[in-house]
């Protein structure tokens, strides 16, 4: 059983919208920490969001605050990321992280060595 499984990338012009869903099955379920995190060719994987599940607090990189928004369906098992005014910039691999340890979940940042569980990723092609 795949633990994390995201949905929802795309190919879309600069200035679109995409909602990416990453559904939670088995050991993942109730992490403390749930993150989106993207990857462009030759570069680093970065944290873009992040959300602690029990407050509902949630966390942005810079670079997509006010664009897009993290959220989570206890009832579904489902953490979305909704990415609004996208920039080409955005392209990349986004992929879904969950940690169960009750830890930050954001202090500036995130980064991948704070997650233990991994989507295999979907794709966001954005134009210009």
């Known amino acids: 059983q795949v633990p994390l499984v995201e949905s929802g990338g795309g190919s879309v012009q600069a200035g679109g919208s995409l909602r990416l869903s990453c559904a939670t099955s088995?050991?993942?379920?109730?992490?403390?920490?749930m993150g989106w995190f993207r990857q462009a060719p030759g570069k680093e994987r970065e944290g873009v969001a992040a959300i602690a599940t029990g407050a509902g607090s949630t966390y942005y990189a810079d670079s997509v605050k006010g664009r897009f928004t993290i959220s989570q369906d206890n009832a579904m098992n489902t953490v979305y990321l909704q990415m609004n005014a996208l920039k080409p910039e955005d392209t990349g691999m986004y992929y879904c992280?969950?940690?169960?340890?009750?830890?930050?979940?954001?202090?500036?940042?995130?980064?991948?060595?704070?997650?233990?569980?991994w989507g295999q990723g979907t794709q966001v092609t954005v134009s210009s």
């Open positions: 088995g050991d993942t379920h109730n992490p403390y920490c």
């Open positions: 992280a969950a940690d169960r340890s009750p830890r930050r979940c954001w202090y500036g940042g995130s980064s991948p060595v704070d997650y233990v569980t």
